[in-house]
C-alpha cells in the first residue's frame, strides 16, 4: 500500500510524470504481458500485490495478493488524484495531475440520470492545472471571473459536453 500512497503524494506535489509511472509500475497487467513476466510474478495478473519481492531469486514475484486495501487505494488514486475526476456533494471537480505528454483523454461518467462527457485537453503540456472549464458551451466562471474547475451535478436526464484545458 505505500506504494499506492506515493503515487498519492506526487499528485498532491503535482509530479504527474512520477506519479504515473509508479501507476504503471505497479499495475498487475504490467507484471503479466509476457508468459516469462507472468511466470516469474507468479500471482493473478487482475489483482493488486500488496508486495512485489526485489531481491535474489524472488525479484519481480508479487506477494499477498486480494488485500482490498491496496486495490480500493490503486483505484482511486487514478481516477482521482491522476485523471483527477473527484466527486463529493453532488459536486464534480477535475484536478488532473498527468504526464506532460498526455494530450488528451475522455471520462464519461454517469450521474443518476445525466451523462457527463468530459475530455481533458493539454495543449501546453502540462502536468497539473486547470486554464478553461466549459460545461454545454459556456465557460465556468467564479463570483470574480475567475476559472471554475468544478460544477453541480445534476440529475435532469441530460446529456452534459464538458471541455476541459489544462
Known sequence: MLGVWTIIAFSKLGFGDKAVEYYRMITPVEHSRTKE??????VEPYVIAADIYGSNNLAGRGGWTWYTG???????????????MKI??????IEPCI??????????YRYKTSI???????PMSKVSGVDKLVLNGVEQLDKDGLVKNEIKLLDDGSTNEIEVTM
Open 99 to 108: 504526464p506532460k505528454e498526455w494530450k488528451e483523454y475522455s471520462i464519461r
Open 88 to 93: 463529493e456533494n453532488n459536486i464534480l471537480k
Open 37 to 42: 513476466a507472468a511466470k516469474k510474478y507468479k
Open 70 to 84: 491496496s486495490s480500493s487505494w490503486y483505484y482511486k488514486a487514478g481516477i482521482e488524484c491522476i485523471i483527477g
Open 116 to 122: 457527463y462527457n468530459i475530455k481533458v485537453k493539454n
